[in-house]
């Protein structure tokens, strides 16, 4: 190699260098970074949205069948309308294995783990989420999954942000604001809204505001919204009639539909994990075939309901411009409710903001129509209910009133019903924290024992909150126990479970696959009762699951609230336990983690 070359080379390398550690080490870097991942966001967001419109398509002849009524597919017309009952099914057989083989963190609507991302894990999501999240969800929604595409698209734009920061190696601090990056920008070039998806950023991802973090969310929402716009055009998801205010005399009624928006809000929360508890406790097959077989339900309800197949957001915008009456309304509401809440539990992967929308675009204007029949000389106009409850629920299930105020007000643009909007906002949101501290999105991660709340007191820049906090759960656990077949009896199941520290065994299936845990405690149960016929497969059961990153102080409290003496660790939902943990295995863990050794530089 000549000396001209090695010169040339030398000089590439130094400039490569620079341009690395101005991206990453400089105000202005920050700015490039976020301008890149709003130019991806605004594109993720616009395939996304295609490719569901093309499955939609390919699977019913239409670009949207929620608002076609009970009719057959355009494409198989000899199944007539019962084709409903076999798209959830043949899209279950799709992505079920696609999720469960590549991106388990795909399962379910995205939020709540990209909020695990940024609160515990320095906002490192893996590159394949995105891909994976794309076409799972795609398939899910266009297949009938009653979710919604803003979840996915978060979890998209998220995942886009912090794989260009993990490419990079930016800081923790810096990685953590490009997933807010990410998030802002795919819910501005979904909505078209680009002020509320900066608050959605920051107020449901990042759950702080600084004037860092809003600055670049700004940029990278406004570049995304831009991309958006230039290939799909300046339209809106929602077309919605202009409202406005009546008199003053409606206000009272807007505050009750905002304490009642408040308990729908708190309660679809609470379904939706209902439900999911409830096939977790039924299904013992594999959990990749889960969604096929729970396709089954869901294509019953659709068939029922088929204002229930996908998003629904022409049946949205019908029944708030005076399409349905009060007692449709309510149908409708409780059947989103169902619809949504069994796809999340059969393993569909799909958002729960559209759904709360449309919960509360029921909602508001069915009690807008009774309050106008009830007293016709106030001029109520239902439709501005309707408006007002799609904000008050989001912000209920949410906790988070800003951005449930901004998505409406953008998405209508009448400044006139804001001051009704605000109202029942804060009241909704208000009443839902009375009755419980967590929204839907913390609440999922609390079941899994992560509780991103719990340090909030410590400063992630300089105190580490203490070893149960720095330590983790594959730090701590051991092997788990080897597991007994399903056939083997309550004598063997005995042998077993007394020969170990652990309080459970692991049941298989004859093929290996993983049934459950058989527990001690219900084997004194059964032995009292003096059963012989009782296999170690009848006693099998689901534990709550740690993963090998959770922290230690997440593990106990996991341990605590379900009143456990160990459970088990796993690298995938539902998959076979790596390892196993109890309350002895913490405290030896976090009692090493405090007896380190003093630095003798530090002493003085």
Not at 131 to 147: D, W
Not at 210 to 216: C, M, R, S
Request: proline fraction near 6%; charged fraction near 15%.
């Amino acid at each position: 190699m000549t000396a001209t070359a090695v010169g040339r080379r030398g000089r590439l390398k130094a400039g490569a260098a620079w341009l690395h550690a101005w991206l990453t080490g400089s105000q202005a870097g920050l700015v490039g970074l976020a301008l890149i991942i709003g130019v991806g966001a605004g594109l993720g967001a616009v395939v996304f949205r295609y490719l569901i419109v093309a499955i939609t398509g390919l699977v019913t002849g239409r670009d949207d069948y929620s608002d076609a009524g009970r009719v057959a597919s355009l494409h198989f017309p000899a199944l007539g309308p019962w084709f409903l009952l076999l798209a959830p099914v043949l899209g279950g057989a799709l992505y079920g294995p696609l999720v469960y083989r590549f991106a388990p963190e795909a399962r379910g609507h995205g939020v709540p783990e990209v909020m695990a991302a940024v609160a515990r894990n320095g906002g490192r999501i893996p590159a394949r989420v995105a891909v994976v999240k794309s076409l799972a969800s795609a398939l899910c929604i266009g297949t009938g999954g009653s979710v919604g595409r803003e979840g996915p698209i978060v979890q998209i734009g998220s995942a886009l942000g912090s794989s260009i920061g993990q490419w990079l190696r930016v800081p923790d601090h810096r990685l953590r604001l490009m997933v807010a990056c990410g998030a802002a920008g795919g819910i501005s070039a979904t909505f078209n809204a680009p002020i509320a998806g900066v608050f959605f950023g920051l107020e449901i991802i990042l759950r702080r505001f600084t004037a860092e973090a809003f600055g670049i969310t700004v940029i990278s929402s406004v570049t995304a919204n831009l991309i958006a716009r230039a290939l799909v055009g300046d339209d809106h998801i929602l077309q919605l009639p202009a409202y406005s205010l009546g008199s003053a005399a409606q206000f009272p009624f807007y505050a009750v539909l905002g304490l009642v928006a408040g308990v729908v809000g708190w309660g679809f929360a609470r379904v939706l994990y209902r439900i999911e508890d409830l096939c977790d406790a039924l299904w013992r097959g594999p959990q990749w075939l889960r969604p096929a077989v729970g396709g089954l339900l869901l294509g019953a309800v659709l068939l029922a309901l088929p204002q229930m197949y996908g998003v629904g957001y022409p049946v949205l915008e019908k029944g708030i411009a005076g399409g349905y009456v009060v007692g449709f309304l309510l149908i409708l509401l409780l059947g989103k409710v169902v619809a949504t809440s069994l796809t999340i539990g059969i393993g569909g992967s799909g958002g729960v903001f559209a759904p709360s929308l449309f919960i509360g675009g029921m909602l508001g204007t069915a009690f807008g129509d009774a309050a106008n029949t009830a007293f016709p000389s106030l001029g109520i106009s239902p439709g501005a209910f309707g408006l007002v409850g799609m904000a008050a629920v989001f912000a209920a299930a949410s906790h988070a009133p800003i951005a449930a105020v901004l998505i409406v007000f953008e998405l209508t643009g009448e400044y006139s019903v804001i001051l009704p909007l605000m109202a029942a906002v804060v009241l909704a949101t208000g009443l839902s924290h009375l009755i419980s501290r967590d929204n839907i999105y913390t609440l999922k991660l609390l079941r899994r024992g992560i509780d991103i709340d719990a340090d909030a007191g410590t400063d992630r820049a300089g105190d580490d909150g203490g070893p149960l906090y720095r330590l983790t759960v594959g730090e701590a656990m051991r092997p788990a126990p080897d597991p007994i077949r399903a056939d083997h009896g309550l004598a063997e199941l005995a042998v077993r479970l007394s020969s170990g520290r652990y309080g459970a065994v692991p049941v298989v299936a004859p093929d290996g696959s993983h049934l459950g845990f058989a527990v001690a405690n219900e084997l004194v149960d059964e032995a009292d009762d003096r059963r012989d016929d009782v296999s170690a497969g009848d006693l099998a059961r689901r534990l709550p699951e740690l993963v090998p990153a959770m922290s230690l102080h997440d593990a106990l409290s996991c341990l605590a609230d379900h009143d456990a003496t160990g459970l088990p660790v796993v690298e995938r939902p539902g998959g076979p336990p790596i390892g196993w943990i109890d309350h002895r295995d913490v405290l030896m863990t976090s009692y090493r983690g405090t007896a380190r050794p003093v630095d003798t530089a530090t002493r003085s």
